[in-house]
């Protein structure tokens, strides 16, 4: 059992508490933020799934460095550098003075030690160490330097290493390996300590290091999406990271400059099984792509919750600039049905969707049937299968691998061309990646669906809030008055 479900029993039982502040309205203390939040999944930064959990773990852990997979950059954070001459050979120095909350030193031997135990997991983190990092070699020569062999050259290592999911755990939790106690209790390194452990209600955070005129104390409150956001409207909560769907449009009106959307490392897809009769045509796949309306889908089942693909990539990942138009992407009924009547597809045949529990599944066979006039059915069989993914790194090639993995695809040339995009420097890889995602436009082995998007909405005591893929909103960058 994961640690994912080990905690969510617990977690759970707060989903259907609403904001746990004070009920008479009065005003907090100047330096107190109060934070409603949905149940985080799991504490642990190395297996978190969704936003509340990226929330809590960014403000208890400091990653190596941030990357912006557009520009290709890395800005240190708990390292001073992440360097290599060879893209075999990375060595990565870390900042001096680095603790943990118990006051224990955050040292090279921290990572290496935490890496080593991630792998023995069924941790989101696990597969990246493995199929992404794939070193041979991690060692900690120094106690401020780690050091990384790979098998062979990777310009994605800044990408990877910067994950959230990678921090340092500490030798006490380490060596014990009692992932419920410790995860209910956190101990990171980052800007903020939890004090009291996790609560049904919530968590109480407190800063580690003065920062004037930045929030000491976070007060974090789970419920419900619509009690939270009325909870900010007034004036019981300082700020929530959850806005229901039927309050996407009044959010641009009740918190007309307090309010932020931004670009979640989640991606669905819909994928195809290469090896059946019926999909084996690249004209059928387009077909079916085409009959999809994303932006039906978004507006129904996933109640604005989403942003309908424009990409292969999406926001999260993709590097560099974004200007080509995604054809597979667009909703064309009249086109999809044309391409299945030109490759012949049997109409009179159930199209049999791959077992999930995705619950857009249903709705989107329904309405792809009624499109495409071909008769779909969201049950158990060999046909299209939905593929949701919550990413953990900031790098293309965790989704072109998972891709890759879960359709079988192959081509003449592929494989070299993504060697190529990993092996090139993340700043000038933008171009490489386009053209990986030219031939998977093309051969269409997944059809692009949508991505998920987060929300914030704050009081006007609050300012300076932004909001960053992997972590959420900064709690740590907020300010109040």
């Given at each position: ?12 039982a ?5 904001a ?5 309205g ?8 109060r ?47 992440i ?9 990565v ?46 060692t900690?020569p ?17 990408a ?55 929030a000491?104390v976070?007060e974090l ?5 619509a ?77 604005k ?21 995604c ?31 995705a ?28 593929i949701?993914?919550?990413l ?5 090639q ?5 891709i890759?993995e ?41 059809a ?10 704050w ?19 907020v300010?109040?008055?």
């Open positions: 059992m994961t640690m994912r479900l080990r905690l969510l029993a617990p977690l759970l707060a989903v259907l508490v609403t746990g502040c004070t009920e008479s009065e005003s907090p203390a100047p330096d107190v933020l934070v409603g939040i949905s149940a985080p999944a799991s504490t642990n930064p190395a297996d978190v799934s969704d936003q509340a959990g990226r929330l809590v773990t960014s403000a208890l852990w400091t990653p190596l460095a941030d990357h912006d997979p557009a520009t290709g950059k890395t800005t240190p954070r708990a390292a001073e550098s360097t290599s001459a060879d893209r075999i050979t990375w060595t120095k870390l900042k001096d003075g680095g603790k943990f909350h118990d006051g224990t030193p955050v040292t090279a031997q921290s990572y290496v030690d935490t890496w080593t135990a991630i792998g023995k997991e069924d941790w989101s983190a696990t597969r990246v160490l493995k199929s992404l990092v794939r070193a041979k070699e991690i900690a120094d106690p401020l330097t780690v050091r990384l062999v790979l098998d062979r050259p990777s310009g994605q290592i800044p990877l290493l910067s994950s959230p999911a990678l921090v340092p755990l500490p030798a006490s939790a380490l060596a014990s390996r009692d992932w419920v106690r410790f995860f209910s209790q956190p101990v990171g390194n980052g800007p903020f300590r939890m004090e009291g452990g996790w609560q049904t209600t919530g968590a109480r955070l407190v800063r580690v290091a003065d920062a004037p005129g930045k000491r976070i409150s789970i419920g419900d999406a009690p939270l956001y009325d909870g900010v409207k007034s004036g019981k909560l300082d700020l929530s990271t959850v806005v229901p769907g039927d309050r996407h449009e009044a959010m641009h009106t009740d918190f007309a400059q307090r309010h932020v959307m931004w670009a979640l490392p989640s991606v669905s897809y819909l994928g195809f099984p290469l090896t059946a009769a019926h999909f084996s045509d690249a004209t059928v796949r387009h077909g079916f792509a085409l009959g999809i309306d994303r932006g039906a889908m978004e507006a129904g089942v996933l109640g919750q989403v942003d309908p693909a424009k990409s292969l990539l999406p926001p999260a990942v993709a590097p560099g600039e974004r200007s080509s138009t054809r597979p992407c667009t909703f064309d009924a009249g086109a999809g049905k044309s391409l299945l009547t030109q490759a012949e597809f049997p109409a009179t045949t159930p199209v049999h969707f791959g077992q999930s529990q619950n857009w599944l249903r709705p989107l066979a329904e309405q792809a049937s009624a499109a495409v006039g071909v008769q779909l059915a969201a049950e158990p069989g060999e046909g299209p299968f939905p949701d993914l919550n953990v790194t900031a790098s293309p965790e989704v072109l691998a998972k890759v879960l359709t079988g695809y192959q081509s003449d040339g592929f494989a070299d061309l993504l060697k190529s995009a990993e092996e090139t420097e993340a700043s000038d890889s933008g171009e490489v990646y386009r053209l990986v995602e030219n031939q998977l436009l093309r051969d269409l082995p997944v692009p669906l949508w991505s998920g998007h987060g929300h914030a909405v009081a006007e005591r609050v300012g300076d809030v932004t909001a960053t893929t992997f972590g959420s909103v900064d709690l740590s960058a300010s109040v008055r």
